[in-house]
């Protein structure tokens, strides 16, 4: 007696394929051609770093990474952190413990942006990566000052709507053909995924070098510095702004574009460096 014959079982899974053999997807031109384009630039880096090995930012020493910091620069860079003043971000060398205190000069002279926030103070170190970014156009330190500044800066980032650099004079702008103070905002936006707005504050004028004048020329010589263009104050209306510099010393540069900006429309202006000038209180 002959038993029927059942079908032959149907050994395709859900996608149509065969069960047990790996699917085979279309290789797609586009996709190999990126992948070869990593591939060479990740060469490329190898090479590089093989003629030119990573250096030190701040002493020039070996690293293992470009733009990195050796340990003895790293341990000697004066870092800011609380407890410190909430308006100009000066740190206290004592914790009193309770509420954030403001220091003497807040208290005196209140700035006009509301809070100031800097990675370390203005010391060796810290000096010395911004010298080599803004005199020695090492522009490859900017993307590690960002990140070190996006850091310090987080609780200001979060309540940001845009990220603006201070300007320079299109003069000055010409001779040093960059703006630092732009090299560390663009970095910091793209982290915080904030716009990037560098139109919204121009320099109205020349002003003199700031270096050696005190406190109320330095006021002095930024009055009437800054402006916010016609056509960008519908851009600025109420928004939040965090201000980019690469140090401040007295305040007088950020009071002065802070002040610009809020007669512009801006709601509120923090800033943000990567050095401060000043010594702990207390």
């Known amino acids: 007696m002959h038993r029927p014959v059942s079908p032959c079982p149907d050994l395709r899974d859900e996608a149509g394929t065969i069960a047990g053999r790996p699917r085979i997807g279309k290789v797609r031109p586009g996709a190999v051609l990126a992948e070869g384009r990593r591939a060479a630039r990740g060469l490329a880096r190898l090479a590089l770093a093989l003629v030119f090995p990573p250096t030190c930012a701040g002493c020039g020493g070996a690293t293992m990474d470009a733009g990195a910091l050796c340990p003895a ?83 200001l980032l979060a309540e940001a709507d845009c990220v603006v650099p201070v300007p320079l004079h299109r003069w000055r702008l010409w001779r040093r053909r960059f703006n630092q103070a732009a090299l560390l905002a663009r970095p910091i936006a ?84 990567f050095a401060l000038v000043a010594e702990p209180l207390g």
């Open 73 to 155: 620069c790293w341990s000697s860079l004066r870092l800011i952190a609380p407890p410190l003043c909430p308006r100009y971000g000066t740190p206290f060398a004592v914790d009193f413990g309770g509420p954030p205190l403001l220091s003497p000069r807040a208290i005196s002279e209140p700035p006009v942006f509301a809070r100031a926030r800097a990675v370390a103070l203005y010391d060796a170190v810290a000096r010395r990566l911004v010298h080599r970014l803004k005199y020695e156009d090492r522009h490859d330190l900017a993307g590690a000052m960002a990140r070190m500044m996006a850091a310090s800066g987080a609780e």
């Open 190 to 273: 793209q982290t915080a995924g904030l716009p990037f707005e560098p139109g919204l504050l121009a320099r109205a004028k020349a002003t003199r070098s700031q270096v050696g004048l005190s406190r109320a020329a330095r006021a002095e010589n930024l009055q009437g510095a800054f402006t916010v263009p016609r056509s960008a104050r519908p851009r600025l209306q109420g928004r939040h702004v965090l201000l980019v510099d690469d140090v401040t010393t007295t305040g007088a540069t950020a009071n002065a574009a802070a002040r610009a900006l809020l007669r512009g429309g801006a709601a509120r202006v923090d800033l943000l460096t």
